[in-house]
């Protein structure tokens, strides 16, 4: 352990297990420690400032400031910290968003079903999936489609569902039951000289195939983000939707939207649903759902399902699921408190106006010499680095460019997220578009360093 590390460092280190970190390391390098947000801002123990460009994880929409989220968690807490909902009991906080979240959802997902992650959301959609297809009498449907490079949790079934070989590894996952199909990215599993609709056409092809060969009565559900947020920021291809929707429909199986990264004006639209006409039978949202000043997710339920439920209780009893602090009351009065600002300040009215100037500036860095991809949509985006932008070739995996691309971002004052070869931006719904400059001008510094830490590299190769 390094003699520079703060008191805080040193204690993080003894007893701190950090998610997505690399946990050897982290005793040497030790973690940054922020300390306070403010606006789009949050500062470090050092007193260093960062533009957070990820939302914190994809989740801080309405910035790390926001005074009327913590009065509404502090006058909750004042009237009833806690109660629970199981045994047929309620509170105003709860009944309130279910039927609040009941009417800006797209379709007939007029019921909600809370937790405290989308991981857990997603991991009660594969439960009510299997619930629902042995009520109905139909044991054998119970497998559930995903995609490679998906991003849908890390519990033992959400975790399964991420199309990402990490969240397997030596974890003992996917388990049985759960299939995966082709990622939607043409830039990753393109063939040469595919088209981007072409493309679409095999992997769509390559779903029903999968469905044909394990046999429609045994698929109960077919789980996709909008946009894939954790695998790389990956935009759907041309049709990719429509026919994919179609398919389920032809097949009786149901749709299950992974909204959590995507819900609440991130790509535009309040809804990702929305931006992409996807008619969901299931839908998961979180991060979004209280800008993260509380955790609390929903699943929400098309009437059908629901009245499948229903159906059941009258036979079994009880629904014999549920967690101790679903819609807990000060996390679900914060969320209302979000839903009303979202409302009240135009959110999605402002996405739809800064995001232009977002993917201008995110667009312009494919003439960056290390870029070889820009995707985004509303404010939601990514740019992709290879060694070679022709054959899309990746540098050399020890060299972690990344990884060196995020540290250098964050030197120059911006806090952005390596995924693999992908650097993924998420910035708050409230940003204007000085910050949104500011965010792409210490992106553009951090490209810069690559490009001549890389000459170094090459240099040491010759």
């Not at 946990?23 to 789009?40: F, K, M, N, Q, S």
């Not at 629970?84 to 509170?91: A, Q, T, V």
């Not at 954790?230 to 929707?245: A, C, D, E, H």
């Not at 398919?247 to 931006?275: A, P, Y």
Request: net charge negative.
């Amino acid at each position: 352990m390094s003699q520079t590390h703060s008191a805080h460092q040193r204690k993080d280190i003894a007893h701190f297990i950090h998610p997505y970190s690399n946990l050897d390391a982290h005793a040497e390098r030790g973690p940054t420690v922020i300390v306070r947000g403010e606006g789009c801002h949050v500062f470090d123990d050092q007193g260093r400032r960062y533009l957070e460009g990820m939302s914190g994880l994809w989740c801080t929409s309405l910035g790390f400031s926001e005074q009327r989220l913590v009065d509404a968690a502090h006058q909750q807490l004042q009237v009833l910290p806690y109660y629970h909902s199981f045994n047929h009991r309620s509170h105003v906080p709860g009944i309130e968003l279910a039927e609040k979240l009941a009417q800006l959802a797209p379709g007939h997902l007029n019921h909600v079903l809370f937790a405290n992650s989308g991981s857990e959301a997603n991991d009660s959609a594969v439960k009510l999936v299997w619930y629902y297809n042995n009520v109905l009498g139909r044991p054998l449907k119970k497998k559930i489609i995903a995609r490679r490079q998906g991003y849908h949790g890390i519990t033992v079934a959400s975790g399964s569902l991420t199309g990402l070989p990490p969240i397997h590894a030596e974890f003992d996952l996917p388990i049985s039951g759960i299939l995966h199909t082709d990622s939607p990215s043409h830039y990753h599993a393109g063939l040469p000289g595919e088209t981007a609709q072409a493309f679409s056409d095999r992997i769509v092809g390559n779903l029903e195939a999968l469905i044909l060969r394990e046999g429609p009565e045994t698929i109960a559900a077919f789980i996709a983000e909008p946009v894939i947020g954790s695998g790389g920021v990956i935009l759907p291809p041309p049709n990719y939707f429509p026919r994919v929707q179609a398919l389920l429909r032809k097949h009786d199986i149901l749709f299950i939207v992974d909204e959590v990264i995507t819900g609440f004006g991130r790509t535009g639209q309040l809804f990702g649903s929305q931006t992409y006409d996807l008619q969901p039978d299931l839908m998961s949202v979180a991060k979004g759902l209280s800008s993260a000043y509380q955790p609390i997710s929903a699943l929400l339920v098309s009437d059908a399902i629901d009245e499948v439920l229903r159906q059941a209780s009258g036979k079994l009893g009880a629904f014999a699921h549920g967690t101790t602090y679903a819609a807990h009351p000060v996390a679900a009065a914060v969320a209302l408190e979000t839903l009303r600002l979202y409302e009240e300040r135009k959110i999605v009215d402002h996405v739809q106006q800064v995001s232009p100037h977002f993917l201008r500036r995110l667009h312009s860095l494919a003439d960056h010499p290390l870029v070889s991809d820009v995707r985004g949509v509303g404010l939601l985006g990514a740019l992709e680095i290879a060694a070679d932008k022709r054959n899309r070739s990746p540098f050399p995996a020890q060299w972690r460019l990344g990884d060196w691309i995020q540290n250098a971002a964050q030197e120059h004052g911006v806090i952005v997220r390596a995924i693999g070869n992908a650097i993924a931006l998420c910035p708050p719904l409230i940003i204007d578009e000085a910050l949104i400059d500011q965010l792409f001008d210490g992106l553009a510094r951090a490209l810069d360093d690559a490009q001549r830490y890389v000459a170094q590299l090459d240099a040491q190769r010759a």
